[in-house]
C-alpha cells in the first residue's frame, strides 16, 4: 500500500482503497481477539470450576463419622489422581471450624467463608506458595449436627491459561489468514483493475514528442473515461496550437525572403556603383554603411532561411516514411565537402574520421546533412582552428556521430542554456560571427524526430567542444 515515488500528489488509488479497509479489518481482529479472550476465559473458568466443585463434593462424600472423628475415607490411589497433575499443581484439605488440618496438604490455602452450605461448594481465589491457584470449598456436618468440617480442594491456573491461549488461537487465527488472504485477493483485484490506467501512461511514457494522437478507451474503466476523454482533448488542441506556431513562422519567414532578399539585390548593386563612380563626391564615407547593410541583409537572409528549415523540418520528420536504416556515411561525406573548402580559406582544419565499412543507422537523407551542416558551422564560428567530425558504429546497432573542435567552449552555468533558440552565448550583440541561435535548436529538434539524442560536452569535461549525435538502427 505505497504510494508512487515523488512530491505534489497524493496518495495513490490502490491506497486510497485498500487503507481504509486495512484498518476495519484491524479493528475487528483486535475486537475479536478482545472478545476471544473474554470468551475463552469465561469458558475455561466455568468448565475448571465445575470439575473444582465435583471433586470438593466428591470429597465431602467420601468423610464418614466414628467415635475418634471424622475420618475422610479414600484410597491411596484415589488421593494420588487427585493431587497429581503433570501441568497443574493440585492439592487438598480437610479442616475442623478452627482451622487445624485433620488431611491433606496443610500448605493449602483457607479461605475465610467457611460456612455450613450443602448446597454447592463455594469458590474461592488465593495463592499457594507465591503461585495464583483457584478453589473449592464445602463444608460436611455430621449427622449429629455437633460438629463441622470442610473440605478444600485448590489447583493452580496453568491449565486455564493454556486453555485461554488454545482457545483465543483458534478463534484469531483463522480470521488472520482469513483477512491476509481477502486482502491479497483485495490488492490483486485492485492492481488488476487499475492495469489499465498504468497501460495508458506506459503508452504515454514511450511516444514521441510530437505524437498527439489520442489516447484508446478500448479497456480504461469507466470511471476513468471522461479524464482520458479530455486528455485526448487537450492534445488535439495542442495539436492544433503547434500547426497554427508553425504555420506562422513558414509563412512568416517565407514572407520576408522576398523583400528581404530586394534589399540585399539593392545593397550590392548600390555598393557596385559606389564602387565603379571613384570620382562620385563623399563615396567614400557611404560604403563602410553599405557593407554594413549587405551583412546585416546577409544575416537576416540567413535567419529567415533557419525558420523555413525548422519549419520544414518539424512538417516533413512528423512522417517516418523516410526514416530508414541506411549507411550514413555517404550524407556525412556529401554534407562536410562545402564546409571542408570553406574551412581552408579560412585557416581551419575540418577532417572527417569515418570507418571504410558501411555505418548503418535510422536516418534521413536530407536532414541528417542539415545536422551536420549546423553542427559543423558552429564549431567554425565558435571553435578553434582544428574541427573533426567523427563516426562510429555501434556494436548493438546504430551510430554515434561527434563533432570536435579545439576552442574555448561553453562555460559550464551556460551549458543549459545551448540548445535554447536565439541564444548565442554571452553579449552577442557584439560579435560579428553571423550566427542566428537556431543552429542548435534545429539540429537537435532534427535528432529527436530521428529518434536519436543530441547531447554536449565542454570543459573541464572536454577540452574544448563536442556535440555527440546517437541515432538509432
Known amino acids: 500500500m505505497s504510494t508512487t515515488d515523488g512530491a505534489g500528489h497524493g496518495p495513490s488509488l490502490r491506497r ?14 483486535a475486537l475479536a481477539t478482545l472478545g476471544a479472550g473474554l470468551l475463552a476465559r469465561g469458558s475455561a473458568n466455568s468448565a475448571f470450576d465445575r470439575g473444582l466443585q465435583d471433586e470438593a463434593a466428591a470429597l465431602a462424600a467420601k468423610v464418614t463419622w466414628s467415635d475418634r472423628g471424622p475420618l475422610l475415607d ?61 478453589g473449592a470449598v464445602f463444608s460436611v456436618t455430621s449427622p449429629m449436627l455437633d460438629r463441622v468440617v470442610a473440605i ?15 482457545l483465543q488461537f483458534s478463534i484469531v487465527m483463522p480470521a488472520l489468514v ?41 479497456h480504461v474503466p469507466a470511471e476513468a473515461v471522461p ?26 519567414a517565407h514572407q520576408l525572403r522576398t523583400p528581404v532578399a530586394g534589399i540585399r539585390v539593392l545593397a550590392q548593386e548600390l555598393e557596385r556603383e559606389l564602387a565603379s563612380d571613384a570620382a562620385a563626391a563623399g563615396a567614400g564615407h557611404w560604403r ?34 523516410e526514416h530508414q536504416p541506411q549507411d550514413i556515411v555517404p550524407l556525412l561525406r556529401e554534407a562536410t565537402e562545402p564546409l571542408v573548402l570553406q574551412g581552408l580559406r579560412e585557416g581551419r582544419s575540418i577532417e572527417l574520421d569515418a570507418p571504410e565499412a558501411p555505418v548503418i543507422a535510422r536516418a534521413h537523407p536530407i536532414w541528417l546533412g542539415e545536422v551536420v551542416n549546423n553542427l559543423l558551422d558552429n564549431a567554425r564560428r565558435y571553435g578553434g582552428p582544428q574541427i573533426l567530425l ?43 560571427d553571423g550566427g542566428t541561435g537556431l543552429g542548435l ?15 554536449a560536452r565542454s570543459r573541464p569535461e572536454f577540452a574544448g567542444m563536442q556535440f555527440i549525435v546517437t541515432l538509432t538502427d
Open 390 to 432: 567523427r563516426v562510429r558504429a555501434h556494436a548493438d546497432g546504430g551510430a554515434e556521430v561527434t563533432v570536435e573542435d579545439d576552442g574555448p567552449g561553453v562555460p559550464e552555468e551556460q551549458m543549459s542554456r545551448l540548445f535554447e533558440p536565439f541564444w548565442r552565448g554571452e553579449r552577442a550583440d557584439l560579435r560579428n
Open 441 to 455: 535548436t534545429i539540429a537537435r529538434e532534427i535528432v529527436e524526430r530521428l529518434g536519436g539524442t543530441l547531447q
Open 178 to 218: 482469513l483477512g491476509i488472504l481477502t486482502f491479497l485477493m483485495l490488492d490483486f483485484s485492485v492492481r488488476r483493475g487499475l492495469r489499465p490506467l498504468r497501460e495508458v501512461g506506459n503508452e504515454v511514457a514511450v511516444r514521441e514528442m510530437h505524437d498527439w494522437r489520442p489516447l484508446s478507451l478500448a
Open 227 to 252: 479524464l482520458i476523454e479530455r486528455i485526448n482533448q487537450l492534445l488535439q488542441d495542442v495539436q492544433q496550437n503547434v500547426l497554427l506556431q508553425r504555420r506562422f513562422v513558414a509563412d512568416a
Open 74 to 134: 479414600v484410597s491411596r490411589q484415589v488421593l494420588e489422581l487427585l493431587t497429581w497433575d503433570s501441568a497443574d499443581r493440585n492439592a487438598f484439605a480437610m479442616i475442623d471450624i478452627d482451622g487445624f488440618v485433620l488431611a491433606g496438604d496443610a500448605t493449602v490455602p483457607i479461605p475465610l467463608d467457611r460456612s455450613d452450605s450443602f448446597a454447592k461448594p463455594k469458590l474461592f481465589d488465593a495463592q499457594l506458595d507465591g503461585e495464583p491457584v483457584r
Open 288 to 321: 563602410p554603411l553599405l557593407s554594413e547593410l549587405r551583412g546585416s541583409s546577409e544575416r537576416l537572409t540567413r535567419l529567415i532561411g533557419q525558420l523555413l528549415s525548422l519549419a520544414r523540418s518539424e512538417t516533413a520528420l512528423t512522417m517516418n516514411a
Open 16 to 29: 486510497r482503497l485498500l487503507q481504509p479497509l486495512a484498518w476495519s479489518w484491524l479493528v475487528g481482529l
Open 152 to 166: 478444600i480442594v485448590v489447583e493452580t491456573r496453568r491449565k486455564r491459561a493454556d486453555l485461554v491461549r488454545d
